[in-house]
């Protein structure tokens, strides 16, 4: 037991030692692929979705956005629950538990199960008429969007 006590004494005392700084720990994001943009483009939303990860990584919230809601507007269940879970935050979206839970009603009418869950805490939280608003809002966010 003493062995080990010493040796742990060794290396904590080594790293207190240690006066190097830390090396920069911030994550390298790779370029973006032509083909993933040109796929994105011709609205495969899978592509869509990926360069809103890219973006969100690189902190551009409105082409985050811009390629969160062409994902989701596509189909895509998980661009469905992250901007829905955006727009009730309030977080890069505008604040609207209506929008969110429309949102959250198409990705549970894909067969998302964590969609159905949010879509059911939302739905106890909101008064009957943002219910039926949030019904009928959900019926129009397959348009695709519009070109910028």
């Given amino acids: 037991m003493n062995r080990y006590l010493a ?7 080594a790293v207190a030692a240690c006066t190097e700084p830390v090396a920069d720990l911030t994550p390298v994001i790779p370029p973006l692929a032509p083909a993933l943009i040109q796929q994105a483009e011709a ?8 360069l809103a990860e890219y973006y969100r990584a690189t902190e551009q919230p409105a082409l985050m956005l811009r390629w969160l809601e062409a994902a989701a507007r596509g189909g895509h269940p998980t661009a469905q629950i992250s901007l829905g879970v955006l727009y009730l935050s309030g977080d890069v979206a ?12 198409r990705a549970a009418d894909g067969g998302s199960a964590d969609a159905v869950l949010l879509e059911g805490q939302l739905n106890v939280e909101l008064s009957s008429e943002e219910v039926q608003q949030g019904l009928a809002l959900a019926q129009t966010l397959t348009a695709p969007l519009p070109t910028p």
Avoid: E, I, S
């Fill in 7 to 13: 040796v742990l004494v060794l290396v904590l005392a």
């Fill in 43 to 50: 609205g495969d939303a899978a592509a869509q979705f990926k």
């Fill in 94 to 105: 505008p604040a609207n538990r209506v929008t969110a839970y429309a949102w959250f009603l």
